[in-house]
C-alpha cells in the first residue's frame, strides 16, 4: 500500500531535521581549520538554511562541472593560460555563468543554491565556485583582499593570473585592478601589494553573507539580517567585531538577554580597553533595563 501524503507535523520535522544539518555543517565549519573548509559545499549549507533544499542535486551540478573541466584541460601544457582558459570555456561559454549586472542587489545573488539555478550571481558567489572547480583540479587558486569587487589570483608554474568571474572570467592586468580600486575607493586609491594578498576561505565566506546581513539591514530587515549574522557567528566564533555587531542588533530588537551574551562574548575576544570598557557600560544599562 502506498503512503498518503505527508501531513504538515511530519513536513516540519523534516525541514527541522534539514535545518539542523545545516547549522551541524556550519558549526563543523567555525570549529575547523581555516584551510580544511570545503567553500562550495558550506556556502551550499548557508543557502539551504533559507530555501530547506538538500544539497545533493548542487553537488552532483559541480561534480560535473569538475569532470568537464578537467577534460578541458586535458592537453593544457605548463603555466596558466590553459587552465584559465579551462575554466572560462566550461564555467562561463558553455553553463553560461555571468555576473548579475541588470538586479545587482537581487538576494538570490548570494545564495549559492539560486546563483547555481539561475546561473548569475554575485562576484563573490561565482568566485566560490570558480576557487572550488579549480581547487578540484589540483590548481592553487584562492581569493583577493581586494576592496568592492571579489577578484580570484590562479597559480601556476610560478605564473599568476588575476580573474574576475564576474565578468566571464576575464583576466585582470594592474591597469584595469587600479580602475576598479578607484571606482569603490575613490580617485585617490592606489593599488598596493595588499590587494594583490590572499583571503582565507572563512573570510571569502563571511563576505558573501555579509552581503545578505547589509541589504536586509539597509532595508529596515533586522531580524532577517540577525538570522545571517547567526549563521556568521557559527562560521567564526571567534571574531569579536561579529559579536559586538550581534549584541547591539540584539538590543536593538528589544532581545536585551541575549544583547548581554554577545557582548559578553565579544569583551572576552575584542583587543584594547576602551572598546570591551564601552561594551561593559553598555551592558550595564541592558542589564538595568532587564530589572
Known sequence: MNAGPASPTDRNRAATKLDEDFWAILRRAGAAPDESLDLLDTALALAALERRTRLGWYRSHAARLVDEIAEAAREVGRGVDGPAEAMRAVLFDRYGYHGDQVTYEDLQNANMMRVIDRRKGLPVALGILYIHLARAQGWACAGLNFPGHFLVRLDRDGERAIVDPFDG???????????????????????????????????????????????????????????????????????????????????????????IEALDRFIAHAQGDRVRHEAATLVQQLRARLN
Do not use: C, I
Request: proline share 4%; aromatic share 6%.
Open 169 to 259: 572570467g576575464q583576466r585582470r592586468d594592474p591597469a584595469d585592478m587600479r580602475g576598479l580600486l578607484k571606482t569603490f575607493l575613490g580617485h585617490d586609491a592606489e593599488l598596493t601589494p595588499e590587494h594583490y594578498a590572499p583571503v582565507g576561505n572563512r573570510a571569502v565566506l563571511l563576505r558573501l553573507q555579509n552581503n545578505l546581513k547589509s541589504r536586509h539591514a539597509a532595508e529596515g530587515r533586522f531580524e532577517d539580517a540577525m538570522k545571517v549574522l547567526d549563521t556568521m557567528l557559527a562560521l567564526a566564533p571567534r571574531e569579536a567585531h561579529l559579536w559586538r555587531e550581534a549584541g547591539l542588533m540584539r538590543a536593538r530588537l528589544g532581545e536585551y538577554g541575549a544583547a
